[in-house]
Structures are given as structure tokens and as C-alpha cells.
């Protein structure tokens, strides 16, 4: 975070540039300016071991397992209700269809909110600390939805659960940032977005199966269970990577060590912690003004609302047009699920190899939009998926075949939002937890609100028409990423569109 207010301040850099820098600086570059003076505490050369950089394989690997496991936990939390959706409006009287989807998508607001706060304070007090305090604070609020007495309750514990459950999604690309490197982050980005993207398809065949074996309940009391082991995991294996704070903490120890009350850090700004997060609350939403974050975030907004659409809707259309029970239309997800797996296969082999490709034929010289040919591939699969998904829908075709329409679909929204998050993390490396807020803010703010109209619109449309409807908005976006490739470097460094963060 420091590094670019100080270096913004001093330097004519491309962010880019700047950015590319700080992943090679170890205490060599960056210290080398200020070696002179001994009160500055940096890293001790280019292979000190507190560098995440230079952290371990195995400590690595353990790390991105954490934080991987955490981000798949907290989607199937925000899909596990949405089975048993019917049955909670049944226990507390009402049929508001529309209520009945928000009963699921509240949680993607809770999404909305979190990060806004959780982003500021991961680049103040780092990472670990917000992963241990949410995650607890995610065992509580579901179990007061498995104990709720009331459908305003429930929907305000669910909120509640969505801001805490933010967390792993907000700062797990920061994390990834903060050790691996650019040219093999896309592995990394694989393992991560693998949880983000297919936890949302383990809920509904977790909740089809529970709720008619337990009750609706019991589908809350798991989640807490889960997260309660998961909260251990944090405790016991997870360490600090963001380096902001590594060197702060350093600080303070040589501080008492040597009582040298003038030692600070290389990357300290000398503003107090108070006017930090006061300057740093609002950068996620001052990188959305931004037009190549904004559109790349419009663009994975709207491919994962679908996904949305697709958990409230899919009780409708194989309930309705199949005859499904409700462990049954929760198994049709595994089309979605299986094709995000494609996905991510595709988008973690192929990215890093074309990435570096592109680097070694135009010069050596490493952009961001090498990261964008990869997103057209997901932006063909999106609509193809859709036309495919509505149509033999609706002419009832064998169930199947709407099921591996839907594998389309999964598959290129896990290659829009991965290539998208690899695209924002390498253009904004040390902002990496700030701008997948802005991302996750748009992400989770559609996907929370277009299901909602997701019955109404297949009522007035029928399956078929609905869906195209989906699928038309998804071809007009197909040209983004070219336009990005072609114009994006330009765009971020031109005058009339850089934005002081």
C-alpha cells in the first residue's frame, strides 16, 4: 500500500512499472536508496527468509491451501439455503417468491459491504488478523441463523454471516500478491478460484440432500461446524504475508531491542493508523471510477449474476419442468460445477504460458493485458452456455442436456472472473486486496439483485426468451477484453484517466 503513495509522490513511473518494482524489490532495489540511513528497517537483502517471497514451497502451499479452503467454505454458505428456500417460507408462513430468493441472495449483499471496511483494515493490520476474527465472528451469526424465530431475523443474520464471509474472498488474491510472483501467479489464482467459484455449487446439493433429512436448520449448524474447524486451521497454520505489516512488527521489535526510538519502516507513510484507513476506506470505491476497473468489474458482475440466477431459479425450472425433488435440482449444479473445474484447468494451464509468451515476443517487457486473450475464450462460452441452457429448457429436453448447457456457462464464468482478477492483481499489485473489493462490491451487488427478478422474468418469458435475454447482454460484453488488450496500457497510463489512490 506505502510504496505507492511514496513512490506516486516521487516518480514519474507508470503504475505498471511501479508495481513490477516492488515484487522485485527485496531490500535490494527499493533499500538501496535509503541504505544510508540506519533508522530505516527494510528486508536484509534479496533472500531475507521474513520476505513471503521468499517463504518456502511448503509454507506457500500451505498458505494458498488456508486461504483456498476458507474461500470455498464461505460461497457454500451463501448457496446452502437456497434448497431449502421453499421450506424456510413454508415454516414461516409466506410465499413471496421474490422473498424467497433474497432469503438466499442477501448473503451476496453482506459481499457488497464487507470488503469496503475489510480491505482498509487488511492493508493496516494485515492479513491473518482479519481472517481469524471473521471467521469466528462467521460461526456466530450462523448459528443464529440456524436458531432465528423469525424470516427478518433470519435475513439479518445472513447479512451479517455474507459481511463476515467476505473476508477470504476480499484478501485471498492479496495474499496470493503478497508471495507468489507475477510470472506464476496463474497456478496460485487456479487453486484459489477453484474455491471461490465451485463452492457455490456444493450448497445446493448439500441443502437439496439435508433439509428433507434434517431440516432446514441443520443446514446452518454445519456451516457453523465447518467453520469452527476451519477457524482452527487459520489459528494454528496460518502467518502474516503483507509485507506492510511484516516490516512494521520488525520495526517495533528492533525498536525495544535496541531502544532506538527512531528506527520506522521502509514502507511506513508517517500517517497515523486513524488517518490510514480514513485515506484507504474509500480506494475501493475510487477504483471503480476508473474505466478499466469498473468495466472489467461490470463485465464479472453480470457473468456471476447468472450463476445466481442460476442456484434460485434451477428449484424452478427442474422442480417445474423435470419433476425434481429438491436433492435432485440440487445435483443439476454440477454442471455449473464441472464446467468451473474446465475453467480453471483452462484459465491456470493456459494463462502464465501465454502471458510469458506474449512477454518474451514483444520485448521482455511484462504487461497486465498479456492476461486478457484467455478472458475472450470465457466470453464465447458465457452466451453459448446461456442459448444453449435456456432453449432445451424449454423445449424439455432430456436433462442433461440443459445440465451440460450450464457446464458452458460455469466454465466461462470461472475464465472471465479469473483472467479479470489476474488482469486488476498484476495492473495494481500492492493495491491487490483494494481492488478485488472493487471487483467483489460490483460482483456481489448483481448477484444479489438480478435473481430476484428471476422468477418473475421466466413467468413473462418463459425459460427459453429469459435466458437469451441473458445471453444477448453476454455477447455485447465480448468485446471488452480486446478493446483492453489493444487500448488498456494507454488507458492506464494516460493523464485524463489516472486516479490518485
Not at 478460484?193 to 441443502?207: E, K, Q, R, T
Request: aromatic share 12%; charged share 15%.
Amino acid at each position: 500500500m506505502t510504496d505507492i503513495e511514496k513512490s506516486n509522490a516521487g516518480s514519474s513511473k507508470p503504475q505498471t512499472q511501479l508495481n513490477i518494482d516492488i515484487e522485485r524489490s527485496s531490500g535490494e532495489d527499493q533499500g538501496s536508496k535509503e541504505a544510508k540511513d540506519p533508522n530505516v528497517v527494510d528486508f536484509d537483502g534479496p533472500d531475507d527468509p521474513e520476505n513471503p517471497m521468499n517463504w518456502s514451497t511448503q509454507k506457500k502451499t500451505v498458505a494458498i491451501t488456508v486461504v483456498s479452503m476458507m474461500t470455498m467454505l464461505s460461497p457454500i454458505g451463501s448457496t446452502i439455503s437456497s434448497a431449502a428456500a421453499a421450506d424456510i417460507m413454508a415454516h414461516f408462513h409466506t410465499s413471496n417468491e421474490s422473498l424467497e430468493a433474497f432469503v438466499t441472495t442477501i448473503f451476496l449483499l453482506g459481499y457488497t459491504f464487507g470488503p469496503i471496511a475489510i480491505a482498509p483494515l487488511s492493508e493496516l493490520y494485515g492479513r491473518v488478523i482479519l481472517y481469524q476474527i471473521c471467521m469466528a465472528l462467521f460461526i456466530v451469526f450462523n448459528v443464529a441463523c440456524a436458531v432465528a424465530n423469525s424470516l427478518g431475523s433470519l435475513i439479518v443474520f445472513r447479512l451479517l454471516a455474507g459481511i463476515m464471509g467476505s473476508c477470504p474472498v476480499t484478501l485471498g488474491t492479496g495474499s496470493i500478491a503478497d508471495m507468489i510472483p507475477r510470472e506464476k501467479r496463474a497456478g496460485a489464482m487456479a487453486a484459489y478460484v477453484l474455491g471461490a467459484i465451485f463452492g457455490p455449487s456444493i450448497g445446493p446439493i448439500c441443502g437439496g440432500y439435508l433439509t428433507p433429512a434434517a431440516g432446514w436448520r441443520w443446514n446452518f449448524w454445519v456451516m457453523a461446524i465447518a467453520s469452527g474447524v476451519m477457524t482452527l486451521i487459520v489459528i494454528v497454520f496460518l502467518r502474516e504475508s503483507y509485507p506492510y505489516v511484516i516490516l512494521k512488527r520488525k520495526t517495533e521489535r528492533l525498536r525495544k531491542e535496541t531502544g532506538n526510538p527512531d528506527l520506522r519502516s521502509a514502507l511506513d507513510t508517517g500517517r497515523t493508523p486513524g488517518q490510514l484507513f480514513a485515506f484507504s476506506i474509500w480506494r475501493p470505491l475510487k477504483m471503480l471510477m476508473s474505466p478499466i476497473v469498473f468495466l472489467l468489474s461490470l463485465y464479472a458482475a453480470v457473468v456471476y449474476s447468472y450463476l445466481y440466477l442460476c442456484f434460485t431459479t434451477f428449484p424452478l425450472v427442474f422442480g417445474g419442468q423435470y419433476g425434481f425433488g429438491s436433492g435432485a435440482s440440487g445435483l443439476a449444479t454440477l454442471g455449473l460445477g464441472v464446467g468451473s473445474l474446465l475453467g480453471v484447468v483452462f484459465c491456470g494451464g493456459a494463462s502464465d504460458r501465454l502471458s510469458n509468451y506474449l512477454t518474451a515476443k514483444n520485448g521482455g517487457d511484462p504487461k497486465p493485458e498479456y492476461r486478457l486473450p484467455t478472458m475472450t475464450v470465457g466470453g464465447i462460452c458465457v452466451p453459448i452456455g446461456l442459448f444453449w441452457y435456456g432453449w432445451t429448457a424449454q423445449n424439455k429436453t432430456h436433462w442433461i442436456v440443459p445440465i451440460i448447457g450450464t457446464g458452458f456457462l460455469g466454465a466461462g464464468m470461472i475464465i472471465t472472473y479469473m483472467a479479470s482478477a489476474m488482469y486488476l492483481v498484476d495492473a495494481y499489485t500492492v493495491y491487490a486486496a483494494s481492488v478485488t473489493a472493487s471487483n467483489t462490491i460490483f460482483r456481489c451487488l448483481f448477484g444479489a439483485l438480478l435473481p430476484l427478478a428471476g422468477g418473475a422474468m421466466y413467468s413473462a418469458l418463459g425459460v427459453g426468451w429469459g435466458t437469451s435475454v441473458l445471453g444477448f447482454i453476454a455477447v455485447a460484453f465480448i468485446p471488452v477484453p480486446v478493446f483492453f488488450y489493444i487500448y488498456g496500457e494507454r488507458i492506464r497510463e494516460s493523464n485524463v484517466f489516472k486516479i490518485e489512490f
